[in-house]
T-cell receptor
Framework: AQTVTQSQPEMSVQEAETVTLSCTYDTSESNYYLFWYKQPPSRQMILVIRQEAYKQQNATENRFSVNFQKAAKSFSLKISDSQLGDTAMYFCAFMNNNNDMRFGAGTRLTVKP | DAGVIQSPRHEVTEMGQEVTLRCKPISGHDYLFWYRQTMMRGLELLIYFNNNVPIDDSGMPEDRFSAKMPNASFSTLKIQPSEPRDSAVYFC?????????????FGPGTRLTVL
């Protein structure tokens, strides 16, 4: 069974600084998808970034980028130039080709002014 | 702890039928969330409860969807009548707000197929 581990329950960063959230997963499959979701206080889930396992190039979305290490089964999220609006819970998620999805427990990120 | 339990794991039904999804949160957790996951829209929050009381149901797509939490250990999400576009994976999650920490634990999901 696939598992997703986020080892940092809480993190904080100063505004304009860079922060990296870690995520590791366990699977025996070779092709799958990885996601980072953001959940602000409104509770809505917002897709931040998506990575297909067969792509070697790390996904990037504006200030958000990932460091995907397939061999190490690691999928960390880097937020550059942190903004106050980035304060939220961040969930790492894994999905296989059968659309079975697993989530990490989340990391609460606080951006301090 | 067994974690968040959802049933059934898979549900196949025909259009127009009533569907009931069930969730048992982790004991002691006072928040419960229902999400829907589709490839087109990703993960959407449908509704969440705090101490069995619905707090925000703005994500519920239509009146065909309803959710209840009669007690701290059980919640249902009902679709009546079901439509093919309701096909998705439905996740339940629970959490316990302790200080600023609000880690959500997700259940395995219920895969719903409406034919």
């Amino acid at each position: 069974a696939q598992t997703v581990t986020q080892s940092q329950p809480e993190m904080s960063v100063q505004e304009a600084e860079t922060v990296t959230l870690s995520c590791t997963y366990d699977t025996s499959e070779s092709n799958y998808y990885l996601f980072w979701y953001k959940q602000p206080p409104s509770r809505q889930m917002i897709l931040v970034i998506r990575q297909e396992a067969y792509k070697q190039q790390n996904a990037t979305e504006n200030r958000f980028s990932v460091n995907f290490q397939k061999a190490a089964k690691s999928f960390s999220l880097k937020i550059s130039d942190s903004q106050l609006g980035d304060t939220a819970m961040y969930f790492c998620a894994f999905m296989n080709n059968n659309n079975d999805m697993r989530f990490g427990a989340g990391t609460r990120l606080t951006v301090k002014p | 702890d067994a974690g968040v339990i959802q049933s059934p794991r898979h549900e196949v039904t025909e259009m127009g039928q009533e569907v009931t999804l069930r969730c048992k949160p982790i004991s002691g957790h006072d928040y419960l969330f229902w999400y829907r996951q589709t490839m087109m829209r990703g993960l959407e929050l449908l509704i969440y409860f705090n101490n069995n009381v619905p707090i925000d149901d703005s994500g519920m797509p239509e009146d065909r969807f309803s959710a209840k939490m009669p007690n701290a250990s059980f919640s249902t999400l009902k679709i009546q009548p079901s439509e093919p576009r309701d096909s998705a994976v439905y996740f339940c999650a629970s959490s316990f707000l302790q200080g600023l920490a609000d880690t959500q634990y997700f259940g395995p999901g219920t895969r719903l197929t409406v034919l």
